[in-house]
């Protein structure tokens, strides 16, 4: 069974920065693909980023760009997600994905609350 357990959410103010981390009941390196989402309040859930084949590959939404930024820790179990320069907008509920050919893996998700 595999878990995903997320860390770090938290109140921050327009500007500041937070990094989230999802914590893997196995390595990262054995999913095909690792990413985070979030949940923003009456909206659907939507991509925030990705990373494809450990790290090699990734992907953001057009609206972070330039902002967020996912790693792999040294651990090799643990995925981060840096925030910089938040905003309002960014508020909501960021779940870590883990997927593993036709299974998607999911976190508790953790708030993420930007006054302005």
């Known amino acids: 069974q595999v878990q995903l357990v997320e860390s770090g959410g938290g109140l921050v103010q327009a500007g500041g920065s937070l990094r989230l981390s999802c914590a893997a009941s196995r390595s990262i390196l054995s999913f095909d693909v690792m990413g985070w989402y979030r949940r923003a309040p009456g909206k659907e859930r939507e991509l925030v980023a990705n990373?494809?084949?450990?790290?090699?590959?990734?992907n953001y939404a057009d609206s972070v760009k330039g902002r967020f930024t996912i790693s792999r820790g040294n651990a090799k179990n643990t995925v981060y997600l840096q925030m910089d320069s938040l905003k309002p907008e960014d508020t909501g509920v960021y779940y870590c994905n883990a997927v593993l050919g036709i299974t998607d893996y999911w976190g508790q998700g953790t708030q993420v609350t930007v006054s302005s």
């Open positions: 990373m494809i084949g450990g790290g090699t590959n990734t």
